[in-house]
């Protein structure tokens, strides 16, 4: 085990280059709806169980299986009355179980990006020809059911291995959510190829939120607004980028949606906000900012 993989430099929030984002936006907003399976016996994995209970676990599987069936539906109506597209983060197994969210995601133009196959098979353990094969599986798979190529990576369940960006990168992929150590994007290095890390969230994230910190629902709406209101005002000096990510098996239940609507709202009201998708922010800042900054980017050895 390597003890600095050594991806990205040290750089001080302040006096870096300056970004403004499309039509002079301080901030890119986005939003992940992590659309997964998980699997009601998975194979198992030496460093990782699925449950906290033995497997097969019914209620473990059933709650999840509730945002398929309903939560995503819900959610999907709130982020359309404010004209928010998603930046799914798919398993793309999900393609095979649950065709017809695929479509209704697709219809609205949405973004895909891979999740792995089921977000209850871990990457942990694998070596390099099973990465591959899961890499390789999710561009075919996405491009056959959407018609998109995928432009970013999200590990299956959070777990990548020292290689998988290299990986990614070399197979044309953009940008990984991986990585949670800026509010701006930044160049990876990686062996071969161009990568950059989008800003995601753990701290925003709804499963942090209602599973960890086991906040009310209008506490994690005032916690979005918050959120947007740091990251916009020092996004006049720099621009930045901000992300919810959800799941719909807990933002998607009755007593939950509401606070996400108004949090959307909120956001949409207030000028010079670029509501966008993370694969047009990978392109923005691709064609306007990677050249100035993985000029301070260390190349591996």
């Not at 792995?116 to 020809?129: P, S």
């Not at 994230?205 to 005002?233: E, T």
Request: net charge negative.
């Amino acid at each position: 085990m390597m003890r600095d993989p050594h991806l990205y430099p040290y750089w001080p929030y302040k006096n870096r280059p300056k970004i403004r984002w499309k039509n002079g936006a301080k901030l890119a907003f986005w939003v992940a709806p992590n659309i997964e399976f998980y699997e009601l016996d998975p194979p198992k994995n030496p460093s990782r169980t699925p449950w906290a209970r033995p497997n097969p676990d019914v209620v473990g599987y059933a709650a999840r299986d509730y945002g398929n069936r309903v939560g995503h539906y819900r959610m999907m109506e709130a982020m359309d009355k404010h004209d928010v597209r998603g930046s799914v983060s798919l398993s793309v197994a999900m393609c095979q179980h649950h065709p017809e969210i695929i479509k209704a995601c697709n219809e609205r133009n949405w973004e895909f990006f891979s999740h792995g196959i089921y977000n209850t098979r871990y990457c942990y353990g694998m070596d390099e020809a099973q990465e591959r094969a899961v890499i390789e599986d999710s561009i075919r798979t996405v491009k056959e059911a959407t018609g998109q190529t995928i432009a970013g990576w999200l590990a299956p369940a959070l777990t990548h291995t020292e290689r998988t960006f290299d990986l990614i990168a070399e197979y044309g992929i953009r940008y990984t959510c991986d990585l949670f150590q800026d509010d701006q994007p930044q160049p990876i290095s990686v062996k071969k190829g161009q990568l950059i890390s989008m800003p995601y969230s753990l701290e925003v994230n709804d499963v942090i939120c209602y599973n960890s910190y086991l906040m009310s629902p209008r506490h994690y709406g005032d916690v979005l607004k918050k959120q947007f209101d740091q990251l916009y005002l020092e996004g006049e000096e720099s621009g930045t980028v901000m992300c919810i990510p959800l799941h719909a098996f807990l933002v998607g239940h009755p007593h939950r949606i509401k606070a996400f609507e108004e949090a959307l709202q909120y956001i949409t009201s207030h000028p010079d906000v670029w509501v966008t998708t993370a694969r047009e922010i990978a392109d923005y800042y691709y064609a306007h900012y990677y050249d100035t900054f993985s000029a301070w980017t260390p190349q591996p050895a």
